[in-house]
């Protein structure tokens, strides 16, 4: 079963994968394909607004934050972490529970990342937003850093997501049913 969208002028086929006995979620996964991560990184900036870094959470939204630095002719961006790693120093940490990862878990930021953030107009991106936990933690991150907010951007916005106002977003993605029906 799959579920085909538009986005960024490209068409994909989405497989649907049943997240429980009453929910069901088309995966969005950019990994691998160039092409797409190109044409949501252009689309997106275009829909930016002014700002002076980066930061997302890992894993899936790094393909499209190196896209999106590449196009703007930034060298630099932030990720936020999944794991502490044994070059990160003074680190903030955060709990965050997603839809597609079982239980919380904790996202990490590098206290050199938060210095430079510190400040500094803070743009942050994902690559879908559905409860918007993975987003609220790294807000978080970002207001601890001392970071300024002025936007969060991803490719879809999933379920309610599509609803906010406070998010930008270049295309909606539904949540299904168990068996992979649309839910209005």
């Known amino acids: ?19 429980n006995d009453s929910l069901s979620i088309a995966a969005f996964v950019i990994f691998g394909d160039v092409e797409l ?48 790693k044994a070059y990160m120093d003074g680190v903030f940490e955060v709990e965050d529970k997603s839809i597609t990862t079982a239980g919380t878990q904790k996202l990490y930021m590098d206290g050199a990342d938060a210095k430079k953030m510190k ?10 937003i559905s409860t918007g936990g993975s987003i609220a933690a790294v807000e978080n991150l970002v207001n601890q850093a001392g970071g ?30 168990a068996d992979g029906k649309p839910i209005e």
């Open 37 to 84: 991560t190109c044409a949501c990184a252009k689309a997106l900036l275009e829909k930016a607004p002014e700002f002076d870094y980066m930061v997302a959470p890992e894993a899936k939204a790094i393909p499209l934050i190196h896209e999106m630095a590449r196009q703007s002719g930034r060298n630099d961006y932030f990720l936020v972490r999944k794991n502490k």
């Open 119 to 128: 400040g500094k107009r803070i743009l942050i991106l994902d690559d879908v």
């Open 1 to 19: 079963m799959t579920y085909e969208i538009s986005v960024a002028g490209l068409k994909r086929d989405l497989p649907i994968c049943k997240l």
């Open 148 to 177: 300024i907010i002025v936007g969060k951007m991803a490719i879809l916005a999933e379920g309610d997501a599509a609803k906010r106002d406070d998010i930008i977003f270049l295309e909606k993605l539904p949540l299904f049913t």
